[in-house]
């Protein structure tokens, strides 16, 4: 299963560090999300939903449609 983490920060002109701020978190230990080497926990990727406005079926990579969430 592939993340869409990484495409969704880079559309945001977004940096790693400051995706890694926002989940309180090493910028490294984000980068090894964005690279698969360890697993996000459900909770990050909740906050990522949020902070995205997309569904998790979507940022996780189990769906192509990109719902976009209320604010």
């Given at each position: ?34 690279t698969?080497r ?25 769906s ?8």
């Amino acid at each position: 299963m592939e993340l869409r983490i990484k495409d969704l920060r880079i559309d945001k002109d977004l940096t790693q560090m400051e995706i890694a701020a926002l989940l309180n978190v090493n910028q490294s230990t984000y980068s090894d999300y964005e690279t698969g080497r360890i697993h996000i926990p459900l909770e990050a990727l909740c906050k990522l939903a949020d902070f995205y406005r997309v569904n998790l079926e979507y940022l996780v990579g189990r769906s192509s449609i990109k719902t976009q969430l209320p604010k």
